[in-house]
């Protein structure tokens, strides 16, 4: 799974890389409030390029009285808490008014020139200004929870906000600050115990119980006494390289006519100069941020607009994404209604180059001049804030659940057969692909290989999920291509057919709907493999963190799902990791299952396997040419530092037909905390590479030591890897030529399992030892492809005569 994200696509969040594959913590969740809420936090107090000298956290009360605080505290914790993380504390007293705020004041920094309004109550927290976690509590003691399950079980909280990246939520968290860039919560004080849905970005704008600070109501349609266009226009403001030549100045009567409008979460509008300069590196384009105040002006309106320049980070700066230039605090005057807008740039095959980014060798592309005519990402930003429009495009990623889409732009770029776009190589991104959101309210659902048809139009946006965007105002409408799940072809009787299938964390918490669909991809898609490595089964409970570790409940009730979907009656073997310590949906406690049928396949079963116990090869019969496990299902070193945090290698020793056979199941570490490929370093830098490396070593060595007891060894290796055909972990594993990579074996456009971004990439794979002898393989494609998923990986099979 990947995470996502909130605030710079109109349909907010969470995580997603997960590139590829966070799995998104476990969600805390409390009653939602009628009256004493968190209504806003900010963090970047006295920080490089703020205003406010000072941290705080607002609170609100959306009751018919005053709300009494007396005993009550706010409470920090930071937004990836460990085992021995401490909330900080400040003690607060008296009343919030009715209908009123309350204002705590934490931690000063060394930079700002503006001090907070009079405090109600004052602490020294230092918050971070990009993620972290904030409670009310009905007590001074600290909190002792540090996941989101344990939290949510805590009756003293009274409400909990999550931003950022944080690990402690409600729902999904609310997006990623800055040193300019509060989360404030929605005028009406609505709890949905969503912080995504409840928090928006926003200028700081501190209020106490006295009504003081805040900026007041806004007004409709504030009215400088002069309206005459200042000396700076946009294309002034936004400059010719990424960042604004203007970024944290005050900028006064920038004209504009307003494309669109953004009423929900990060609010907002659009305006474009009628007059461009001329020169393609500088947009016309530029987005005026109101914050928790909704937008008070139409599409049409010519308006000036005054305010403070400032360079957003969706996620944060430490996120690696590139910066949004906007104006913040804006004071508008609209001077006519009714204008024809801008004509909207038309993007085709030929407006995008093939190159997606410059090379700054690691390093920050900010400082480089824009060259729109040689990257794809130097082409949008110098489009920022700007009206653009595509005819009939091929989509190639399906709609999500954010009502976002990806189509491309350029057709004939690496298509698959099945109307995808393939992701080939690290220096192949792919410069066609476009995000689609909307403004409207209305969405698609769409497929690979759909078209969406007609125009759709709207301002380039930016977020740090997909980066560009395309959010639209006029949108397409959906022509079917057809594209229907695939049929894995059935195993001869004398061939073992032996798959992988990622289950998307799959607990008994979750719908019977999802155990029959994964059913039915393992009977009718799969056809009914004789072994079945599963990756992603959680624990009995789920994403309850209370020490269960046992998953027998959540794969009988797969089991049986499959059996009543018309497939053999499985069993099962795996080993019950320690609790937390694999890694994935804090408190799941995921491992990898096999399922097998013992009708077709027999498991040799050699006790002794546990957690940290590492089965190894061992050599036995009269000549000591046999081998076998010494403990089986087992584990490839636990203990190493290779598996810390991170799901363990389950190995089994399997006989078909007479036959010994070694499957290896993995599920190597995701990519989260790898920069963006739409971010600002280039190339980035594949943090989590590191550690998948290591682990691939791991299972080499083993395969290794295995083959040189037995060349002739029949190994099977298959998972998630996490990583693609052309990774260095990949190419670790293949080391020597003891294992082939069978996806190599297929026609390049065909070698994905996974769609992100737009990208049909591979994260999935089957990899064989040399005593396998010309294997049928195949990728089944039922999910990653469709908006309607049962997972959001693709299944794979290989038979084995």
Same mark, same amino acid.
């Given at each position: #799974?990947?995470?996502?994200?909130?605030?710079?696509?109109?349909?907010?969040?969470?995580?997603?890389?997960?590139?590829?594959?966070?799995?998104?913590?476990?969600? %805390?969740?409390?009653?939602?409030?009628?009256?004493?809420?968190?209504? $806003?936090?900010?963090?970047?107090?006295?920080?490089?390029?703020?205003?406010?000298?000072?941290?705080?956290?607002?609170?609100?009360?959306?009751?018919?009285?005053?709300?009494?605080?007396?005993?009550?505290?706010?409470? !920090?914790?930071?937004?990836?808490?460990?085992?021995?993380? &401490?909330?900080?504390?400040?003690?607060?007293?008296?009343?919030?008014?009715?209908?009123?705020?309350?204002?705590?004041? $934490?931690?000063?920094?060394?930079?700002?020139?503006?001090?907070?309004?009079?405090?109600?109550?004052?602490?020294?927290?230092?918050?971070? %200004?990009?993620?972290?976690? /904030?409670?009310? /509590?009905?007590?001074?003691?600290?909190?002792?929870?540090?996941?989101?399950?344990?939290?949510?079980?805590?009756?003293?909280?009274?409400?909990?906000?999550?931003?950022?990246?944080?690990?402690?939520?409600?729902?999904?968290?609310?997006?990623?600050?800055?040193?300019?860039?509060?989360?404030?919560?929605?005028?009406?004080?609505?709890?949905?115990?969503?912080?995504?849905?409840?928090?928006?970005?926003?200028?700081?704008?501190? @209020?106490?119980?006295?009504?003081?600070?805040?900026?007041?109501?806004?007004?409709?349609?504030?009215?400088?006494?002069?309206?005459?266009?200042?000396?700076?226009?946009?294309?002034?403001?936004?400059?010719?390289? @990424?960042?604004?030549?203007?970024?944290? &100045?005050?900028?006064?009567?920038?004209?504009?006519?307003?494309?669109?409008?953004?009423?929900?979460?990060?609010?907002?509008?659009?305006?474009?100069?009628? %007059?461009?300069?001329?020169?393609?590196?500088?947009?016309?384009?530029?987005?005026?941020?109101?914050?928790?105040?909704?937008?008070?002006?139409?599409?049409?309106?010519?308006?000036? /607009?005054?305010?403070?320049?400032?360079?957003? !980070?969706?996620?944060?700066?430490?996120?690696?994404?590139?910066?949004?230039?906007?104006?913040?605090?804006?004071?508008?005057?609209?001077?006519?209604?009714?204008?024809?807008?801008?004509?909207?740039?038309?993007?085709?095959?030929?407006?995008?180059?093939?190159?997606?980014?410059?090379?700054?060798?690691?390093?920050?592309?900010?400082?480089?001049?824009?060259?729109?005519?040689? *990257?794809?990402?130097?082409?949008?930003?110098?489009?920022?804030? #700007?009206?653009? =429009?595509?005819?009939?495009?091929?989509?190639?990623?399906?709609?999500?659940?954010?009502?976002?889409?990806?189509?491309?732009?350029?057709?004939?770029?690496?298509?698959?057969?099945?109307?995808?776009?393939?992701?080939?190589?690290?220096?192949?991104?792919?410069?066609?692909?476009?995000?689609?959101?909307?403004?409207?309210?209305?969405?698609?659902?769409?497929?690979?290989?759909?078209?969406?048809?007609?125009?759709?139009?709207?301002?380039?946006?930016?977020?740090?999920?997909?980066?560009?965007?395309?959010?639209?105002?006029?949108?397409?409408?959906?022509?079917?291509?057809?594209?229907?799940?695939?049929?894995?072809?059935?195993? &001869?009787?004398?061939?073992?057919?032996?798959?992988?299938?990622?289950?998307?964390?799959?607990?008994?918490?979750?719908?019977?709907?999802?155990?029959?669909?994964?059913? =039915?991809?393992?009977?009718?898609?799969?056809?009914?493999?004789?072994?079945?490595?599963?990756?992603?089964?959680?624990?009995?409970?789920? %994403?309850?963190?209370?020490?269960?570790?046992?998953?027998?409940?959540?794969?009988?009730?797969?089991?049986?799902?499959?059996?009543?979907?018309?497939?053999?009656? !499985?069993?099962?073997?795996?080993?019950?990791?320690?609790?937390?310590?694999?890694?994935?949906?804090?408190?799941?406690?995921?491992?990898?299952?096999?399922?097998?049928?013992?009708? @077709?396949?027999?498991?040799?079963?050699?006790?002794?396997?546990?957690?940290?116990?590492?089965?190894?090869?061992?050599?036995?019969?009269?000549?000591?040419?046999?081998?076998?496990?010494?403990?089986?299902?087992?584990?490839?070193?636990?203990?190493?530092?290779?598996?810390?945090?991170?799901?363990?290698?389950?190995?089994?020793?399997?006989?078909?037909?007479?036959?010994?056979?070694?499957?290896?199941?993995?599920?190597?570490?995701?990519?989260?905390?790898?920069?963006?490929?739409?971010?600002?370093?280039?190339?980035?830098?594949?943090?989590?590479?590191?550690?998948?490396?290591?682990?691939?070593? $791991?299972?080499?060595?083993?395969?290794?030591?295995?083959?040189?007891?037995?060349?002739?060894?029949?190994?099977?290796?298959?998972?998630?890897?996490?990583?693609?055909?052309?990774?260095?972990?990949?190419?670790?594993?293949?080391?020597?030529?003891?294992?082939?990579?069978?996806?190599?074996?297929?026609?390049?456009? =065909?070698? *994905?399992?996974?769609?992100?971004?737009?990208?049909?990439?591979?994260?999935?794979?089957?990899?064989?030892?040399?005593?396998?002898?010309?294997?049928? !393989?195949?990728?089944?494609?039922?999910?990653?492809?469709?908006?309607?998923?049962?997972?959001?990986?693709?299944?794979?099979?290989?038979?084995?005569?």
């Amino acid at each position: #799974m990947r995470g996502r994200r909130v605030r710079a696509i109109a349909v907010a969040l969470p995580v997603g890389l997960a590139a590829s594959l966070i799995a998104l913590p476990f969600t %805390a969740q409390a009653t939602p409030s009628p009256d004493a809420v968190i209504s $806003e936090v900010f963090g970047g107090g006295g920080n490089s390029g703020a205003t406010l000298t000072n941290d705080f956290i607002e609170l609100g009360n959306a009751g018919d009285g005053p709300f009494d605080l007396t005993g009550w505290s706010v409470q !920090y914790l930071s937004g990836s808490p460990g085992p021995t993380s &401490k909330w900080q504390v400040t003690e607060i007293k008296g009343a919030i008014p009715a209908g009123g705020s309350y204002l705590v004041e $934490e931690s000063k920094g060394s930079g700002g020139d503006t001090p907070l309004p009079a405090p109600d109550a004052a602490g020294t927290i230092a918050m971070s %200004a990009s993620s972290g976690t /904030v409670a009310l /509590v009905r007590s001074t003691t600290p909190l002792t929870c540090v996941t989101a399950a344990d939290c949510a079980a805590d009756t003293n909280i009274k409400d909990l906000v999550g931003f950022g990246t944080a690990t402690v939520r409600e729902n999904t968290p609310a997006t990623g600050t800055d040193n300019t860039h509060s989360v404030a919560r929605n005028a009406a004080l609505t709890d949905t115990d969503n912080n995504s849905a409840d928090f928006s970005g926003a200028t700081p704008s501190p @209020r106490n119980s006295a009504g003081a600070g805040g900026g007041g109501e806004p007004t409709p349609t504030p009215s400088p006494t002069d309206t005459t266009p200042g000396e700076l226009r946009i294309h002034d403001i936004q400059g010719t390289t @990424r960042i604004s030549p203007q970024a944290g &100045k005050s900028v006064t009567n920038v004209p504009g006519v307003v494309t669109a409008v953004r009423v929900t979460g990060s609010r907002g509008f659009w305006i474009q100069d009628t %007059a461009p300069d001329g020169d393609p590196a500088t947009s016309e384009g530029v987005f005026v941020f109101t914050g928790s105040s909704a937008p008070q002006v139409k599409v049409g309106d010519s308006v000036v /607009v005054s305010g403070k320049v400032t360079e957003y !980070y969706p996620g944060g700066q430490s996120s690696g994404s590139q910066s949004l230039t906007e104006l913040t605090a804006p004071t508008t005057a609209v001077i006519s209604s009714g204008n024809p807008l801008p004509q909207a740039e038309t993007v085709d095959a030929t407006s995008l180059p093939e190159a997606y980014a410059p090379d700054a060798k690691g390093l920050s592309i900010e400082p480089l001049a824009l060259k729109p005519a040689g *990257y794809a990402l130097d082409w949008f930003e110098s489009r920022e804030g #700007m009206l653009i =429009e595509i005819g009939d495009s091929r989509v190639v990623g399906a709609s999500n659940a954010y009502g976002e889409t990806w189509v491309t732009t350029k057709p004939k770029q690496n298509p698959t057969p099945r109307g995808g776009t393939v992701y080939p190589s690290y220096d192949q991104l792919n410069s066609g692909r476009l995000l689609l959101g909307s403004l409207t309210g209305e969405t698609v659902t769409a497929n690979v290989g759909d078209t969406l048809t007609g125009t759709t139009s709207g301002p380039v946006d930016y977020g740090n999920f997909g980066g560009y965007s395309l959010q639209a105002t006029t949108l397409g409408t959906v022509e079917s291509g057809g594209l229907k799940p695939e049929v894995a072809k059935k195993g &001869k009787s004398d061939e073992l057919s032996v798959a992988t299938y990622n289950v998307e964390n799959l607990d008994p918490t979750d719908a019977q709907a999802k155990f029959d669909r994964l059913a =039915e991809g393992v009977v009718k898609n799969l056809a009914t493999p004789d072994i079945v490595s599963l990756e992603e089964i959680q624990d009995n409970n789920g %994403a309850k963190d209370d020490g269960t570790v046992a998953a027998d409940r959540t794969l009988a009730q797969f089991v049986a799902a499959i059996r009543a979907a018309g497939g053999p009656a !499985y069993d099962w073997r795996s080993v019950d990791p320690a609790d937390k310590t694999d890694g994935g949906e804090p408190g799941g406690n995921i491992r990898n299952v096999f399922l097998f049928n013992p009708a @077709r396949v027999s498991f040799v079963d050699r006790p002794g396997g546990d957690a940290t116990t590492a089965t190894e090869v061992i050599t036995t019969g009269k000549h000591g040419k046999d081998i076998t496990l010494s403990v089986s299902p087992g584990r490839i070193n636990p203990v190493s530092d290779a598996w810390k945090s991170s799901r363990k290698p389950l190995v089994g020793e399997f006989t078909f037909r007479g036959e010994q056979v070694f499957v290896i199941g993995n599920h190597f570490n995701s990519k989260g905390g790898d920069q963006p490929t739409h971010g600002v370093f280039q190339p980035p830098t594949l943090g989590s590479e590191t550690q998948r490396l290591t682990q691939a070593t $791991e299972v080499h060595d083993f395969v290794a030591g295995l083959l040189a007891k037995d060349k002739k060894a029949k190994v099977v290796v298959l998972g998630d890897l996490n990583d693609y055909q052309f990774s260095k972990p990949v190419a670790a594993l293949t080391r020597g030529g003891i294992l082939t990579a069978l996806m190599d074996k297929l026609p390049k456009n =065909e070698r *994905y399992s996974y769609v992100y971004d737009g990208n049909s990439q591979t994260l999935d794979h089957i990899l064989v030892s040399p005593g396998i002898k010309k294997p049928g !393989y195949d990728v089944v494609h039922i999910n990653a492809e469709f908006a309607d998923q049962a997972s959001d990986h693709d299944p794979q099979v290989v038979r084995v005569k």
